[in-house]
């Protein structure tokens, strides 16, 4: 399927209701649009809101980044993914980790809620939470719900952490 604005859809098996105005996509599905590539094994295309609705074994990729997700949805109109069962964000110099997941396309900035990891391998640390705002063009992490970072070093071959706790800890990566 290929849709006015030139995004592309392909797949070994498709369907359209259209009684629910709704395209499903199974087996090797690919999406193809202006900057992301997204695989999947099902694809559903709700027409009347404009959202895709993925589930288990989605990546997209963007640049030098990867999302990964086992359910969740993309809104075409305010251009956000929405993960919402094993939440993954690779980026160069950052790897995150949520329950759930809202990725902004345009900014590459998200939000992260729920049993947050984020292993920051530039600065060898990593960040704990159960609220993160993910902010990578500021070059910012804030950390609300029980935030923990534990740095780590290793010198002369000894091994060394520091680990921090606060009500709110704001992480800067300059």
Same mark, same amino acid.
């Given at each position: ?35 992301? $590539? ?73 939000? $992260? ?48 952490? $520091?680990? $921090? ?10």
């Amino acid at each position: 399927m290929k849709s006015n604005d030139g995004k592309i859809v392909e797949s070994d098996n498709g369907s359209y209701v259209a009684a629910e105005k709704k395209f499903s996509f199974e087996d090797n599905v690919q999406i193809f649009t202006d900057s992301v $590539l997204m695989v999947s094994s099902r694809v559903d295309y709700l027409t009347e809101t404009d959202v895709v609705v993925f589930n288990e074994n989605t990546v997209a990729w963007r640049d030098e980044n990867m999302l990964f997700a086992n359910s969740g949805n993309f809104d075409r109109p305010k251009d956000v993914f929405t993960f919402d069962k094993d939440g993954y964000i690779f980026t160069k110099e950052q790897e995150l980790w949520a329950d759930f997941i809202q990725y902004y396309r345009a900014t590459g900035n998200a939000d $992260l809620f729920n049993n947050v990891q984020i292993l920051d391998t530039v600065q060898s640390a990593i960040c704990l939470a159960d609220k993160v705002i993910y902010r990578p063009s500021e070059d910012k992490i804030e950390m609300t719900e029980n935030p923990v970072v534990g740095m780590y070093s290793m010198e002369n071959d000894v091994a060394d952490t $520091l680990f $921090l706790a606060a009500d709110i800890i704001l992480y800067r990566t300059v």
